[in-house]
Each structure stands twice: as structure tokens, then as C-alpha cells.
């Protein structure tokens, strides 16, 4: 069948930002827009012709015209095998683990992760790279400059395939096979985490809540809580994946997934409860009346590893990203391995991943993960509480305490300023960056500041160097602020503050948070001025 040259002109603003090009439904919806990114993907990764190719979203508004559309590019660019979930629907884990297991030369997924959805919505694809990991810095800085001169792409033209149906079709030369998204990542699950043991916790009665926000985990969520391990079908919420996430915004924290947060401080709660994002990279954890932070739930899933049988005997290391909360720092410590510290992005984990060099990783938004696929895995952080719990007989509760007595405990927050005048995110961003070299030896009363600069990162395994990845304030071991500008958003820009405080075992270990972090708060203001510079009496949302 012939491939047809459509002339085009590039678009300006196609520059992928912390995890692939997110923007407003309307941008993707223009003419040529997605059609210009994919093809310039294609004239950079020209081992995806002949290859396979894993195709797939988080099921928002335009996945399905846009699963189409890739469909007749990937005919135009002679991709030999394309593989696509039913219903268009993978999350961003199980994709990143479909690219492993075929060995595919690469993936597109379509999500805007948490960001809402629906026509007035977000949309995004991501690029990932052969191994399943998101696209590196130096490859996506190669396809926006391919981006900007872009003349042309690529199709064979097509009808249509029905990607609800499983089976094979082809376009052209191109084999198309709709497969089942979830089958191959419950696989995956069941060989990293002892399921009989979960199994028979959850027979002795041991209750348990999952909400997929109406988004891409309900499907897996399912067959695995429920089908596989018997949970009873109400213990999934919010399962069937919804265009526009039913109004919501799948953003699984104390505010956005607030009645799960209900329950779990309600009467007689359920032991655990956990919610994923919309591509299902993210989770949040709760116990009876308590929220595990995400920086503590790395730390506790690390210091629990043995008793998970993926994980036994074979943690050679950790890694977080730079505003993540030191606790699993500790845990490193003490086991004896070495702890990295990343810029912000999944894709700076993989190629200590793929190195061995890290075997479990996280990120303080409620990203956690191992080197068991290439990106952050919200399903897998709760089947690995579930495990722990299961084999433990503790709560979280208990786990939490006990890790805080052992360790002391990482006060955490986030303070994000959303939707600000990119100028005036710019301009709290360039101050501060002016005064960091003079405030080093300075005292406040969360200690003296001991480094402040702005973030870079040597990569150990290839020696690429990423700048300008954020700016930190530290106080010694006691306390941290750290400040960076977001590359996720679609509309304006926002500031994300992190304010971390340590508690030795023999402090107070069981302050409310706001209260803890309430005079590094002040700090914070004083130092980086966002309020003053902004106008902004206070953050847009706290995690
Ligand atoms: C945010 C988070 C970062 C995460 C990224 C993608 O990026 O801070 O930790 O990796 O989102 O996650 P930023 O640049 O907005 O701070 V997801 O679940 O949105 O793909
Ligand atoms: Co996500």
C-alpha cells in the first residue's frame, strides 16, 4: 500500500517537558500537531522501522483518535508489529513492561498522568525508548529540534482498525495486534510478590479499599485485587476508566482523592487504602488513620525489602529524586548500599536501573518503583504494602512507627503555586538563585545553612550532566528547602516548594505535619520570597 508524504510546517512549541508534551486537548486537536511530534520521533529513532512498537493511553478524551493516528504513521514510517491495549487502554507501567517483554524498539503512551482530561482537558504523549524507559534528556532535545524543521510525515491511509476487538489486523505492511493491557503486568505481579500469602491475608478477613479515580488502573485493579487475590469486589472503587475521569482530577494525594481520605480516617476504616493517578504511575498509601508521605513510604518499602520475595536477597541500591525526602537515605545507610540522587523525572532512574546500581527508586510525588519495568508503578508500591503487611502481621501503623523509632522521622510537604505569570515564577526563581551563594553559614532556627546551590547531576552510568534541576537549601541532616519550577503544567507556570524536617527517634515523632513544618514554612518565605514576589498569600495546593 502506498505511503503518502504529507507536507507540513513545524509548530514551535513542541518541547517535552518532565515526562513527555503535555498540553491543552484543543493544541493536539490542530491539524498535523500530533502527526508533526510522532513523525519527528520516527526521523529519530530509526530502529522502529522493521521493529515492534507498544501502543497505548491512560484512556482520556483523544486517546482513541490519537491511537489511530500513530496507527497509520507507524504503516507510513514501516514499523513491522505494533501492539495496542484493548480499548486503547495501558497504563504507563504495563506499557513500559509490554516494550520489555516484546522487545520492542519503543512506545507511545498518551497521558497527561493526573492533569484532568476531557475536551477542555489535557492530553500528552510520551516517548519511550528500547529497555521501556521513558526517552532520555538528549533524545527528546534531539526530536523538538527535529520538531522545529519538520516538513513532512509519513502515512499509509486507513480506515480505521477496531481496537476494542483482541486480534490481529494489518495497515500496509504493518501488523496491528490488539492485545490484552492487563494479563501480561498481572504476570509480572504475581512473579515479584508472594500472592498466596496476600491471598490467605485477605481471606482472614483483612479489609482493604483501592480507588482508581475513574481512570486507567480500574481494569488491572481488578483482575488483580479482586479476580486474583480474592479481595471482595467492592474493596475497587472507581473502576471503569472514564474519558474524562468522571469531572475529576486523578490525582492520588490528601486533597484530590479526599474520600478515600475520609474512610481512612473514618470509623472503622479499612487496614489499607490506595488510590492511583490516571496513568496508573503513581499511588498514595494510608493506614488506619494515618497517610504514609511518599519520601516515608519509599524509605519503609526499602527497609522491608527481605520480605518480599522479588526483592530478597537482591537490593544492591536506591535512588530518589533531589527534592525527595532523605529517609530512605538512612535505610541505605544502614543496609549498607548506596542511595542516588536524581534530578526530578522517572527518566533519570533508568539507566541506574539498568546498571543495577538501584533496584528500588522513588519520587516524593507519590511515585515509587523498582527495576522490575522503567517507570514509577502505583499498582506495585500497593501490592508491596499489601505484601508486607501479609507477612509482617503489622499494620501500617505499626510499620510506621516502628520505622520512625528505628530512624526518626522526615516531616514532609509540598507547597505547590499553580498557574502563576510565567514571569513571576521566573523572577522568585532568578532571586533566589541570586542570593543562594551568599547563604551558606547563615543561622536560623531550623539550623545553620550549610549548602545552597542549584541542583546538577552527573549521570554515573553514561556521564550526561543535566543543570539547573532545582534549588536547594540545606540545614545540615536537620532540614531542607528546596524550590524548582514544575515541567508538567499546561497553563502558566507553577513554583514547587519542599519543605523537609528530621525528628531524631528520641523527638517528637507524631506532630501533625503543618505543625512541624510550620516554622521552616516561615523560613522558606523569608528566604525565597514566593509570596512576596507573587502576591500569593499561600500555596495553591499542600501534598
Ligand atoms: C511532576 C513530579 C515528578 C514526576 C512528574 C511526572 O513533575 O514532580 O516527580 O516524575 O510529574 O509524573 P513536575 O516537573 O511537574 O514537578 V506523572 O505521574 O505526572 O507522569
Ligand atoms: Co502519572
Given at each position: ?118 475536551p477542555d482537558g489535557d492530553f500528552g504523549v510520551k516517548f519511550n525508548i528500547a529497555g521501556g524507559g ?187 529524586s533531589m527534592p525527595t525526602s532523605r529517609a530512605v537515605d538512612q535505610v541505605a545507610d544502614k543496609l ?208
Open positions: 500500500m502506498a505511503v503518502l508524504q504529507i507536507a507540513t510546517q513545524p509548530f514551535a512549541d513542541q518541547r517535552p517537558g518532565t515526562s513527555g508534551l503535555r498540553k491543552k486537548v484543543k493544541v493536539f486537536q490542530q491539524p498535523h500537531y500530533l502527526e508533526n511530534f510522532v513523525q519527528s520521533v520516527f526521523d529519530c529513532v530509526e530502529e522502529l522501522a522493521g521493529a515492534t512498537l507498544v501502543l497505548g493511553g491512560d484512556g482520556r478524551y483523544h486517546n482513541r483518535e490519537a491511537i489511530q493516528t500513530i496507527l497509520r504513521l507507524a504503516a507510513g514510517n514501516r514499523v513491522a508489529h505494533v501492539i495496542v491495549g484493548q480499548g486503547g487502554i495501558v497504563s504507563t507501567p504495563a506499557a513500559s513492561n509490554l516494550i520489555r517483554l516484546h522487545e520492542a524498539a519503543g512506545g507511545f503512551l498518551f497521558t497527561a498522568s493526573h492533569n484532568p482530561a476531557g521513558q526517552a532520555p534528556e538528549n533524545l527528546t532535545q534531539r526530536i523538538y529540534e527535529q520538531s522545529r524543521s519538520i516538513q513532512r510525515y509519513r502515512v499509509v491511509e486507513h480506515p480505521g482498525i477496531d481496537i476494542d476487538r483482541r486480534g490481529a489486523a494489518k495497515i500496509g505492511d504493518t501488523m496491528i495486534e490488539v492485545i490484552d493491557g492487563v494479563a501480561d503486568y498481572a504476570k509480572l505481579m504475581e512473579r515479584l510478590f508472594n500472592f498466596d500469602r496476600i491471598a490467605a491475608w485477605l481471606k482472614a478477613g483483612h479489609l482493604i479499599r483501592y480507588d482508581a479515580l475513574h481512570a486507567v488502573t480500574g481494569p488491572y485493579a481488578r483482575r488483580i485485587l479482586v479476580d486474583l487475590l480474592g479481595a471482595p469486589g467492592d474493596a475497587v472503587v472507581n473502576a471503569i476508566p472514564l474519558e474524562d475521569f468522571g469531572g475529576g482530577h486523578p490525582d492520588p494525594n490528601l486533597v484530590y482523592a479526599k474520600p478515600l481520605v475520609d474512610i481512612a480516617f473514618g470509623k472503622d476504616p479499612p487496614e489499607l487504602c490506595a488510590a492511583s493517578d490516571g496513568d496508573g504511575d503513581r499511588n498514595m498509601i494510608l493506614g488506619r488513620h494515618i497517610f504514609i508521605s511518599p519520601g516515608d513510604s519509599l524509605a519503609m518499602l526499602a527497609a522491608n525489602h527481605s520480605v518480599i520475595p522479588g526483592y530478597k536477597n537482591r537490593v544492591h541500591g536506591f535512588a530518589r549498607g548500599v548506596k542511595c542516588y540522587e536524581t534530578p526530578t523525572g522517572w527518566k533519570f532512574f533508568c539507566n541506574l536501573l539498568d546498571a543495577g546500581k538501584a533496584t528500588i527508586c522513588g519520587e516524593e510525588s507519590f511515585g515509587t518503583g523498582s527495576d522490575h519495568t522503567r517507570e514509577k508503578d502505583g499498582l506495585w508500591a500497593v501490592l508491596a504494602w499489601l505484601n508486607i503487611l501479609a507477612e509482617t502481621g503489622k499494620d501500617v501503623q505499626a510499620i510506621a512507627g516502628s520505622h520512625w523509632s528505628d530512624f526518626g522521622r522526615h516531616y514532609y510537604a509540598r507547597h505547590d503555586y499553580e498557574a502563576l505569570p510565567g514571569a513571576d515564577a521566573g523572577a522568585v526563581m532568578k532571586e533566589l538563585e541570586l542570593v543562594l551563594p551568599r547563604l551558606v553559614g547563615k543561622q536560623f532556627d531550623a539550623g545553620t545553612i550549610t549548602q545552597s546551590d542549584s541542583f546538577s547531576y552527573d549521570d554515573p552510568v553514561d556521564g550526561s550532566h543535566a543543570e539547573g534541576q532545582g534549588l536547594r537549601i540545606v540545614f545540615g541532616r536537620s532540614a531542607r528547602i528546596v524550590l524548582r519550577q514544575s515541567g508538567t503544567g499546561t497553563s502558566g507556570a507553577t513554583l514547587r516548594l519542599y519543605l523537609e524536617r528530621y525528628e531524631s527517634p528520641d523527638g517528637i515523632l507524631d506532630q501533625p505535619v503543618n505543625i512541624a513544618l510550620s516554622p521552616l514554612a516561615t523560613i522558606a518565605e523569608k528566604i525565597t520570597r514566593i509570596g512576596e514576589l507573587t502576591g500569593r498569600k499561600s500555596p495553591t495546593l499542600v501534598t
